[in-house]
């Protein structure tokens, strides 16, 4: 630290400012990391990459008395995965998903994890208009086998969901959702019963 003539510490080097310097300059670099590896990632996970570093908060059909869904999307295993983590705003439920590419097929694969004790397999699509689709088969779900959806990221960086799911051998509408951004933290899930 420097001090002036008589002893005092200047604006620039107190601690809090050395502190504010040093955290700015990490987040800068994280941040230019970050981008590289979207940039390199872009060929195998297409418009998902843009999706990465950002939670969102989204309210199913746009009901605002409805339980909303927290969503974090970060890179897994040094970046040859994207895991989505999300729970609902109360803890009661949520799961990880691991998207990945599979080195047998090529295809874009995932698998999602639930506290409710089921789970999900499926593949994704990347759409011509920069939408996904996911197409899933459900395991330990008493009544719905298969859930289609599409999903896109949105020009003022909201995102947006409607799926589908064969529940008693019908297709029937799924969920919708439009997600924006949010700092909220992702909730912390509560126990299965």
Known sequence: MTATSNGNLTE???????????????CAIFE???????DQRRPVFGPLTDFVGK??????????????DIQKWSWALGGAA???????????????TYV???AATSDLVYVYITNAGFRTEGTITLNQDGSYTADEAVTGHPTI?????TSRLNADGSSSMTSEMLEND????GQSFTYQPTSQPLPVLKAPE
């Not at 895991?83 to 705003?89: G, L, W």
């Not at 086998?145 to 959806?149: D, N």
């Open 100 to 102: 990945y590419k599979d």
């Open 12 to 26: 620039e080097d107190t601690p809090n400012t050395y502190a504010k310097k040093w955290l700015t300059e990490r």
């Open 170 to 173: 019908e297709w029937r509408p």
């Open 145 to 149: 086998t298969m859930v289609r959806s």
């Open 82 to 96: 994207i895991k989505i983590s999300h729970a609902i705003e109360d803890g009661s439920y949520g799961g990880d």
């Open 55 to 68: 939670s969102f908060r989204g309210i199913p059909g746009g009901d605002a008395d409805a339980k909303a």
């Open 32 to 38: 230019a990391e970050q981008k590289k590896l979207r």
